[in-house]
């Protein structure tokens, strides 16, 4: 079985830095792009960006902000990081497994349960 | 303001239908055949129910299914119950961002 574990909550003040964690597990982490969603409280989802673990290609959106998508395959976890958050990052992040075909993304088939930043 | 429109509200009685309209462009929805449907409810992780256009992941019921046509795509869900309540999004590939766009979400309410 597919997981995507994340941590809840994260609470930080404007202009520190954060870093969240997506443990993921039951498949070969290097063989699928994995990426992150946002989700601000009235408005609808987001892509903040992807990584492919086993090149490190990646494509983000940068239009969002100083943020990072990283990952370390010898423990199966990606990584978004900011050097210094906002109060507009504030949102829940979620972490998904994405499927590509031919360099196209087709669905995101497994999601974790989302963590809360909020930042004040 | 999301790249694709949907409504932000649906709702309907036990058993009934209803369906949830998803509005691109030409660009995204009216040139992929990629459109997928999400399910997200507060405190669990999102589902997949509906992808390339309508098939269903395995443990998704048949009660669920959806079309395209043109550059709008639609989830319609059968016989309604309480656990369908939540929030639904549409996804596609295009709209001239490589990683796709999403919809702005629609609370599906189970009356």
């Known amino acids: 079985e597919v997981q995507l574990v994340q941590p809840r909550e994260e609470v930080k003040k404007p202009g520190e830095s954060l870093v969240i964690s997506c443990k993921a597990s039951?498949?070969?982490?290097?063989?699928?792009?994995i990426g992150w969603v946002r989700h601000m409280s009235g408005r609808g989802l987001e892509w903040m960006g992807i990584?492919?673990?086993?090149?490190?290609?990646s494509r983000d959106c940068p239009s969002y902000g100083q943020f990072t998508v990283s990952a370390d395959k010898s423990i199966d976890t990606v990584y978004l990081r900011w050097t210094s958050l906002r109060a507009s990052d504030t949102a829940v992040y979620y972490c998904?497994?994405?499927?590509?075909?031919?360099?196209?993304?087709?669905?995101?088939?497994?999601w974790g349960q989302g963590t809360r930043v909020t930042v004040s | 303001q999301s790249a694709l429109a949907q409504p932000p509200s649906a709702s309907g009685s036990p058993g009934q239908s209803v369906t949830i309209s998803c509005t691109g462009t030409s660009a995204d929805i009216g040139a992929y055949d990629h459109v997928s449907w999400y399910q997200i409810n507060p405190g669990e992780a999102p589902r997949l129910i509906i992808f390339g256009v309508n098939e269903r992941p395995a443990a998704v019921p048949a009660r669920y299914s959806a079309s395209k046509s043109g550059n709008t795509a639609s989830l319609t869900i059968s016989g309604l119950r309480a656990e369908d309540e939540g929030e639904y999004y549409c996804y596609s590939y295009g709209g001239g961002n490589k990683l796709g766009v999403f919809g702005g979400g629609t609370k599906l309410t189970v009356l």
């Open positions: 998904v497994r994405v499927i590509m075909i031919g360099g196209v993304i087709v669905r995101l088939d497994s």
């Open positions: 039951g498949y070969s982490f290097d063989s699928y792009y």
């Open positions: 990584i492919y673990p086993g090149d490190a290609d």
